[in-house]
């Protein structure tokens, strides 16, 4: 089917993400020109039907945090924290990303895109951070734009001490890449942002171009920046704050009051001993909760470890808090948990009026998971056999603003032993280049 015709996904469990809709144990989703029309049973419609008895239907995942450049690096820090992570990435002139070129980012963002789109997740906020020079940036947007997903791209500076292009500017060359991108609408898959640490400068700008903003807040000390960002007029609903680990109570307040949305990589966090996930805060705070994978060289990609991660991280402080005498805390349940890795991650990707529920109006960005699998069947409760029991080989179908881009299990026109091969032509070369193997190893294991 291309985004002009009809699509009928018909006689599955459906899953819609809005409150309204709620759920229907058989029911159908009719799509056409790229967006959801109808939502209901027996639908009837001349439209290519794809039948999905025995399927759970939903909305995609979206991802509101994730450096995809880095898909080449795959598990090279499983076992670091977070100082191995920092010093081995981007300190001293033999760091990782600083061998990065062009192609290397290119293969990085459209394997990384494609590994998304795989897993069942439709958007992904790329964090970016390896923009070196224009060229840099440039390889980074057409390999997302290749892969057909939707993209949030946060345009970052690239980081460490390295000495960059001298020709290179961040954040000023964002107006080269939206003259370059031209006009937005709703078909628009490819959407730019602005990234970075808390920084004063580029917030001012971003409020001013009206782009969202995606800034990662590692420590307390931001915390403190923030709470005089807001004396400033600089927070707004339109940032996403980043991990937000270690802030304290006035800067929660000062997020809460000014809109602000938050992305937590549970499983990248924990995995870098970054400190600990501040879920249960935000959602004392009430605000907008996403989930973000981070990157590959520490976490995995796919939503299903993401989720999992998050639920049972948030049990067992909850079970915890109860011990403590704490009895105002509620347990989370799977049916939040799938909230934020859906509607909660539009609302953190800034695209919540697009996406992230199944509600007619909306861009149809669907997948749906087989649900007729030893690990998911019987289905007694369809959020609970999602988060807790499937995994990637569930993911039969998905779709992207109407283009089916994986069908039964595969991706489509697709050559993923070609695009395993550049990435380990990549990862070769990173690493022999970098030199990395002979500093600062307390205990990771890599390629060598
Ligand atoms: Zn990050």
């Known amino acids: 089917m291309n985004s002009d015709g009809r699509l009928l996904l018909r006689g599955g469990i459906v899953l819609t993400m809005d409150e ?3 759920d229907h144990e058989r029911g159908d989703v009719l799509i056409e020109d790229g967006k959801i029309v109808e939502v209901g049973q ?14 759970i239907v939903l909305p995609g995942f979206v991802n509101s945090h994730h450096h995809m450049f880095q898909t080449a690096l795959r598990s090279y820090w499983a076992d670091a924290t977070d100082l191995d992570y920092f010093m081995q990435s981007r300190t001293g002139a033999d760091a990782l990303f600083h061998q990065y070129t062009p192609e290397d980012v290119y293969w990085g963002q459209f394997g990384g895109a494609l590994e998304n789109l795989a897993a069942g997740t439709t958007t992904v906020v ?3 951070q390896c923009s070196y020079t224009p060229e840099h940036t440039d390889a980074a947007l057409e390999g997302i734009r290749r892969s057909g997903i939707r993209c949030v791209f946060s345009f970052s500076p690239s980081l460490g001490d390295h000495e960059p292009d001298p020709s ?26 602005l990234g970075y640490h808390i920084d004063e400068d580029l917030f001012a700008l971003a409020r001013d171009l009206a782009l969202p903003v995606f800034a990662h807040v590692n420590e307390a000390s931001w915390g403190y920046v ?35 949305k938050v992305s937590i990589s549970t499983s990248a966090e924990q995995s870098l001993t970054m400190g600990q996930p501040a879920l249960q805060t935000a959602l004392e705070h009430g605000v907008p909760t996403s989930f973000g994978t ?3 060289g520490i976490a995995p990609v796919d939503f299903f470890s993401q989720m999992r991660a998050a639920f049972y991280w948030q049990r067992s402080r909850i ?3 109860m011990q403590n005498d704490s009895p105002t805390v509620q347990p989370i349940s799977v ?11 539009a609302q953190g990707a800034h695209l919540d009026h697009l996406v992230g529920s199944l509600t007619p109006g909306k861009r149809a960005d669907v997948i749906t998971l087989n649900a007729r699998t030893l690990n998911a069947g019987p289905v007694n409760h369809a959020a609970g056999a999602i988060v807790q029991h499937m995994d990637t080989s569930n993911v039969d179908t998905v779709i992207v603003d109407g283009r089916i881009v994986k069908r039964d299990g595969h991706l489509l026109d697709v050559d993923v032993e070609a695009v395993l091969q550049e990435l380990e032509r990549s990862a070769s070369g990173l690493i022999s280049r970098s030199r990395a193997t002979d500093i600062l190893f307390t205990g990771c294991r890599h390629l060598s």
């Open 42 to 55: 027996d639908l009837q419609a001349d439209a290519q039907v794809l039948d999905c008895a025995g399927k």
């Open 168 to 193: 290179y500017a961040h954040p000023e060359d964002i107006h080269r890449l939206i003259d370059k991108a031209g006009a937005v609408d709703d078909g628009t898959l490819v959407r730019l942002a």
């Open 20 to 22: 309204t809709l709620g």
């Open 335 to 345: 049916r939040d948990i799938l909230r934020m890795a859906t509607l909660g991650g």
């Open 294 to 296: 981070d990157t590959v």
């Open 126 to 128: 790329d964090t970016s």
């Open 319 to 321: 079970q915890t808090a």
């Open 226 to 260: 923030l709470e005089e960002f807001e004396k400033e007029g600089l927070l707004g609903p339109w940032i996403t704050y980043i991990h937000c680990l270690g802030i304290g109570d006035p800067a929660w307040r000062a997020i809460e009051r000014t809109g602000g």
